[in-house]
């Protein structure tokens, strides 16, 4: 099993373009989790899918972030336009019983 | 507001020394507690789960309610065990991380 799939790995931009991460969750996983890690912090959510609903998006920030869920399986992040201070790891993570299994990460670079 | 804090960036030990990682929470409820570990170049993966109550590569974490501390520990350490910890809390689903304590076992 591959386990959670995020691409691309390594993305560098200049600031005010666009951009977007990809995530396949492990199959049969319901609930799909982003994260924002900054340079030496723990992770933190930006959003929760259940199924292809969003549970909990109380953390992004909703002028320059979106996200989708469509059919419930692979996920979508966009940042538009992204700012200097976006510059971080985005984590992909999904679960099952409760135990959350995440991906490798795209470490995003806003020059 | 909903806290988990480990007080140390940084824990360097000599092979075969004992160890232990130090995770305390604020948390309203019961939370589920936590301990992630990224070694180097590896995605972030789960090491422990207090309701396990299991032992996983030699640690162990006891959660003290009173104290709302759940530390990591093990007896040995093993130059192998060099990595980033992280706890984190949850009791919605949603996890909550502290800034991780980087772990340097010297040999």
């Known amino acids: 099993e591959a386990g959670v799939v995020q691409s691309p790995r390594y993305k560098i931009i200049e600031k005010k373009q666009p951009v977007a991460f990809w995530c396949n969750p492990i199959?049969?996983?319901?609930?799909l989790y982003w994260y924002r890690q900054n340079l030496g912090q723990g992770p933190e959510l930006l959003i929760r899918?259940?199924?292809?609903?969003?549970?909990?998006d109380s953390q992004l920030p909703k002028d320059r972030f979106s996200a989708e869920r469509l059919k419930g399986v692979d996920s979508t992040l966009k940042i538009q336009p992204a700012e200097l201070g976006d510059s971080a790891v985005y984590l992909c993570?999904?679960?099952?019983?409760?135990?959350?299994?995440f991906g490798p990460g795209t470490r995003l670079t806003v020059l | 507001a909903q806290r988990v804090t480990q007080p140390e960036k940084l824990l360097s030990v000599f092979k075969g020394a004992p160890v232990e990682l130090k995770c305390n929470y604020s948390?309203?409820?019961?939370?589920?507690l936590f301990w992630y570990v990224q070694y180097s170049r590896q995605r972030l993966q789960l090491l422990l789960r207090?309701?396990s109550r299991e032992s996983i590569k030699g640690f162990t974490a006891d959660l003290n309610k009173g104290e709302t501390s759940f530390h990591l520990k093990k007896p040995f350490a093993q130059e192998e065990d060099s990595a980033m910890y992280y706890c984190?809390?949850?009791?919605?689903?949603?996890?909550?991380f502290g800034q991780g304590t980087t772990l340097q076992v010297k040999p």
């Open positions: 199959s049969g996983h319901n609930t």
């Open positions: 899918y259940e199924n292809e609903e969003a549970v909990d």
């Open positions: 948390y309203s409820g019961s939370p589920e």
């Open positions: 984190a809390a949850s009791n919605t689903g949603k996890l909550i």
């Open positions: 993570a999904s679960s099952f019983l409760g135990l959350q299994f």
């Open positions: 207090h309701i």
